[in-house]
Nanobody, 120 residues
Framework: QIKLVESGGGFVQAGGSLRLSCAASESFSSANAMAWHRQAPGKQRELVAA???????YTGNSVKGRFTISADYVKNMVYLEMNGLKPEDSGVYYC??????????????WGQGIQVTVSS
C-alpha cells in the first residue's frame, strides 16, 4: 500500500513561513484528491487544503491567502506552502490520500503526521 511521509515541520515564530512536503511511495494520480489536515491539542482534525484530480484546489477559510497546496505528479510529492503563520496554526499536520484506487476499490491513506509549532 502507498506510504505517505511528511517533512518540513518544526518551530517558527509568528509571521514566518514553512513548507511541508509529503513524499508518496508510489503514484497518487488515481486518488480523488490529496490533502493536508491538521490537528491541534484538544481539537478535532480539520481539513486545511486539498488538490483534486480535476485540478481544482480547496483552501480552508482560516488559512486562505496564506497557505498554498501543490502537487508534483511525476515526483509523487505534495506540498503545503505556509506563510504568515499564526500561533493558531500550530498542530500536527497530516498528508492524506483520498480515494486512492486499489485492486478492491478505493481506499484512504494517512501519513504519520508532522509537528508545526508557531510561537507568538
Amino acid at each position: 500500500q502507498i506510504k505517505l511521509v511528511e517533512s518540513g515541520g518544526g518551530f517558527v515564530q509568528a509571521g514566518g513561513s514553512l513548507r511541508l512536503s509529503c513524499a508518496a511511495s508510489e503514484s497518487f494520480s488515481s486518488a480523488n484528491a490529496m490533502a493536508w489536515h491538521r490537528q491541534a491539542p484538544g481539537k478535532q482534525r480539520e481539513l486545511v487544503a486539498a488538490i483534486f484530480s480535476n485540478g481544482n484546489n480547496y483552501t480552508g477559510n482560516s488559512v486562505k491567502g496564506r497557505f498554498t497546496i501543490s502537487a508534483d505528479y511525476v515526483k509523487n510529492m505534495v506540498y503545503l506552502e505556509m506563510n504568515g503563520l499564526k500561533p493558531e496554526d500550530s498542530g500536527v499536520y497530516y498528508c492524506f490520500a483520498d480515494g486512492l484506487r486499489i485492486w478492491s476499490g478505493r481506499a484512504n491513506y494517512w501519513g504519520q503526521g508532522i509537528q508545526v509549532t508557531v510561537s507568538s
